[in-house]
């Protein structure tokens, strides 16, 4: 039984629903709005996300802070990874440390990276892209700008991710995989998959 994953994937639908179910189809087009970040009701949602996730004073109104790694953080915190996750309102941090973790064989952390190659994306997973230049899974630097989504569905050749502060709301989008289920969308530059390992034992 898959308890925290459940969970995180529910959550994840959850706050998608609530903010009106905006979608990206596998092409990148948008195929439904959603509400934004800074309409009444919601701005203030983002501020819980800030609030639980990462412990900061902000709301959508912020909106020059992007708030897509807090919204992971409080999914993760919700769902009960407790110390297994880094919370962050960097991606890169706790992108990082699951990278870290694989190749120290640390099973406390609750992720671990692969590369695109190495792994399908597997629902509970988060996949992850540089928003800057000179990042990959083997050049990164401590920060850097980037995002990750959480794959909440999954098909033979296609994922469903659901990410915060995408389109200024919580977004479903289409990512397209290749023929041996590995993640190909030329979207963005997607370049890690984390492993969730949250339903496992830590030590």
């Known amino acids: 039984m898959n308890r925290i994953i459940d969970e995180i994937v529910r959550l994840a639908n959850a706050e998608w629903e609530f903010f009106g179910k905006q979608e990206f189809d596998a092409d990148g087009r948008k195929v439904r ?3 934004d970040e800074t309409e009444d009701g919601f701005w203030q949602r983002v501020g ?3 609030r639980d996730g990462t412990g900061k004073n902000l709301t959508g109104k912020n909106d020059d802070f992007p708030w897509s790694a807090t919204f992971i953080s409080y999914l993760m915190r919700k769902a009960g990874a407790a110390d297994r996750f ?6 890169s941090v706790y992108i990082r440390a699951a990278i870290k973790a694989r190749e120290r064989g640390n099973k406390a952390y609750g992720f671990w990276g692969f590369r ?6 597997e629902i509970g997973d988060l ?3 540089s928003r ?17 989504d959480v794959v909440v569905g999954r ?15 919580v977004s479903r989008k289409t990512l397209k995989l290749d023929n041996r289920g590995l993640l190909t969308d030329q979207s963005h530059d997607w370049f890690c998959v984390l492993q969730n390992r949250l339903d496992t034992a830590n030590s």
Not at 132 to 148: M, R
Request: aromatic share 12%.
């Open 33 to 35: 709005d959603g509400m």
């Open 48 to 50: 819980i996300y800030w």
């Open 86 to 91: 880094k919370y962050n309102a960097l991606h």
């Open 116 to 121: 695109l190659a190495e792994r399908p994306p």
């Open 127 to 129: 996949v992850c892209y």
């Open 132 to 148: 800057e230049a000179g990042i990959s899974f083997d050049t990164q630097s401590t920060s850097y700008k980037s995002h990750s």
């Open 155 to 169: 098909s033979e050749r296609a994922i469903q991710v659901i990410g915060g502060n995408v389109g200024n709301s």
